[in-house]
C-alpha cells in the first residue's frame, strides 16, 4: 500500500468537516429525536457536490476519488450518521452502480439528477425473508416483452420515502437462480408501487427507512441495468464500494465520539485534577485512537485499490468489519468517559454510541463480512 493525500484530498475534507460543523451540527438532537429527515440539508449537500462524489463532470459530478469520499464520510458521519447514509448509498450504491453499468440513456436520465442531490435515490435488496441470504429474492419480475411486472415487499430501505428513483432487485426466472435475477430502476410515480412504514429505529433515527410494495409495476426494458440475469452480481459489485462508504460512516462516528471524549477529558476535573491527567484515563483514549487510526488506513487501502481498479471486496469487507467494531467500542467508551452526562442527549455521545450499532448490520452484517473475506482467504 502506497499512497498520500493530496491537497485535494485535504481541502474536501476541510470543507466537509466546515458544513458539518455550521450546518448538521444544529437541530442533529432534534432530529434524532423526531426522526425528522434531514431535506434541507441533503439537499445543501448536493449544491456542494457530496451526493455524486465520484461521478464523471460530465453528468453533473464531482469526479473525485474514493479516498476524498472516505474523508468527507468521515467527517459528515462525525456529527450525523443520518444524513451520512443517506450520502453513502446515494454515492456508492446508487450513482456509482447507474454509472458503471447503466446504459448510456440511463446515465443521461438520472445521473445528473443524482449527482447533483438534485434527487435522490434507493438500493432495494432486503425483503422481509431475504437480507443476509440475498439470492433467496421473492420478489418477482415476470418478464412481459417490453417491460417486467414487478410484484414483492422490500424492507428496510434508506432514503425510502425521499427517494425519486429506485433500484430494485427482483427474480425473473427462479430456476436459474441468482442468475435468473435483475436490477431494475423503479421511478416513484410508477403506478403500483406504495411506501409502508416507516421504522422507528434504535439509531440513525433521522434517516428515512421504510418499506416499499410493489404490485404490479410496469417497468419497461430499458430501466434494467445490465443484460438480463445480472442483477444479483451488480448487487454485489455495488455493496463491495458500498461498505468502503459504510466502513467510513463506522469509521466517522468513532472519531467523532473520541473528539467529544478527549475534549471533555480536558475540561472535566475529577479529584483535583483533569480526567485527562488520569492514567485510567489516558489508557482509554490512547486505545481509542489507535484503533480509529487503523479503521483509517483500511478505510483508505480499500478507497486506494478501488481508484487504482484493483480487486477491493476483500479489502472493503475488513475495512467494514474492523471500523464498525471500532464504532461500538470508541463509542461506548466515550460514553464511559463522560460519565453520567455520556448517558443524556446534550453531549451526543449516546446518539453516536446508538448510531453505531446499524454499522454491524447494514450493508451486510459482520458475519457476512467474515464469509466475504474468508472465502477469499480459501480460494
Ligand atoms: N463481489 C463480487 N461478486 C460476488 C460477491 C462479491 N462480494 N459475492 C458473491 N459474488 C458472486 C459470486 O462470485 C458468484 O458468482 P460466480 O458464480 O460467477 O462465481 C455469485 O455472486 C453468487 O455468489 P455465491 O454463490 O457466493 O452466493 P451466496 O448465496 O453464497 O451469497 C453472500 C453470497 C456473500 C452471502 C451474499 O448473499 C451477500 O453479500 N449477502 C449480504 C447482502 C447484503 O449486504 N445486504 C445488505 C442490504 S443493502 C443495504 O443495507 C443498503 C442500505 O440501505 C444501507
Redesign the pocket.
Known sequence: MNFTLTEEHLAVQEAAREFAQKELLPGVIERDEKQQFPKEQIKQMGELGFMGMMVDPKYGGGGMDTKSYVLAMEEISKIDASAS?CMS?NNS?VCWGIEQYGTEAQKEKYLGHLATGEIIGA?C??EPEA?????SQKTTAIDKGDHYLLNGTKN???NGDSSSVYIVIAQTDPEKG?KGINALLVDRESEGFVVGKKENKMGIRASDTHSLMFTDVKVPKDNRIGEDGFG??FA??V??G?RIGIAAQALGIASGAFELALQYAQERKAFGEELVQHQGIQFKLADMATQIEAARLLCLQAADLKDQSLPY?KQSAMAKLFASQVAMDVTTEAVQVHGGYGYVKEYHVERLMRDAKITQI???TSE?QR??ISRELIQ
Open positions: 447514509v448509498v450504491l438500493f435488496l432486503s437480507g443476509s441470504d440475498a439470492t428496510w430501505i434508506t441468482y444479483f452480481k454485489m459489485s455493496l463491495n458500498g471486496s447494514y450493508e451486510g457476512i464469509i466475504v
